[in-house]
């Protein structure tokens, strides 16, 4: 199975998509992950995309692609992948698209985890985070003490991408430049909506009901 996971920050693309990848065998595959790889690994494009990296630059859909294309032919992937947060816009859809042609892996489904923004907000906007690695929540995860982490006893603090105008930002890029990937897909009827507001085991369920006629 060949599936794209998509939906604003805050939906749980990631939790659900490891979900998926270890159900299947297949695997997850995001642009920070394979990016980060590649560089490592000193590859051509790693490289090339280091240099915007390092720049604080956003790396080009060329390069981009390219790193997508060697990790999809990859051996992992001969029985299916899981793109997880990719493609982000239109151009990078397209070009994906050209690629999947060309390595004979046609998307089976896209899968859209729909969430209304305002519990997007209290969802991102309500995580508190301690040096030990612990992190709660104000509404999912309170701690005991407020302000304290209950793992280690130490002050909790906000990391400046969880403020509420931070997230709103986020929020605002990705309808912007990703949700307009909604109606592409429809129109190809490729995509399948799931309401990511329910418990993320109800949302599983619902996500491999989908996805298991592809298996």
């Known amino acids: 199975m060949d599936i794209v996971l998509f939906g604003p920050p805050g939906a749980g693309k990631g939790t659900q998509a490891q979900k998926l990848s270890q159900k299947y065998g297949i695997p997850q595959i995001s642009t920070g992950d394979i990016?980060?790889?590649?560089?490592?690994?000193?590859?051509?494009l790693g490289l090339e995309a280091k240099k915007y990296m390092d720049a604080g630059s956003l790396v080009p859909d060329n390069v981009l692609i390219g790193i997508i294309k060697n990790r999809l032919i990859e051996a992992d992937c001969e029985n299916g992948f899981l793109l997880d947060g990719y493609p982000r816009t239109i151009p990078q859809a397209v070009a994906l698209?050209?690629?999947?042609?060309?390595?004979?892996?046609?998307?089976?489904?896209?899968?859209?985890?729909?969430?209304?923004?305002?519990?997007?907000?209290?969802?991102?906007?309500?995580?508190?985070?301690?040096?030990?690695?612990?992190?709660?929540?104000?509404?999912?995860?309170?701690?005991?003490?407020?302000?304290?982490?209950?793992?280690?006893?130490?002050?909790?603090?906000?990391?400046?991408?969880?403020?509420?105008?931070?997230?709103?930002?986020?929020?605002?890029?990705?309808?912007?430049?990703?949700?307009?990937?909604?109606?592409?897909?429809?129109?190809?009827?490729?995509?399948?909506?799931?309401?990511?507001?329910?418990?993320?085991?109800?949302?599983?369920?619902?996500?491999?009901k989908l996805v298991a006629p592809f298996k």
């Open 97 to 208: 698209s050209g690629i999947l042609d060309e390595i004979k892996k046609p998307i089976d489904a896209v899968i859209n985890i729909a969430v209304p923004n305002s519990l997007l907000v209290e969802r991102l906007s309500g995580r508190w985070m301690c040096s030990c690695g612990a992190s709660h929540h104000v509404v999912f995860n309170p701690p005991k003490v407020k302000g304290v982490c209950d793992a280690c006893g130490a002050n909790l603090f906000q990391r400046p991408d969880d403020t509420s105008e931070a997230v709103s930002n986020r929020l605002e890029v990705y309808q912007k430049q990703t949700a307009p990937l909604i109606d592409y897909y429809k129109e190809k009827g490729q995509l399948k909506d799931v309401d990511g507001t329910k418990d993320i085991d109800v949302v599983f369920a619902e996500i491999d």
């Open 35 to 44: 990016l980060r790889a590649n560089v490592k690994a000193g590859t051509a």
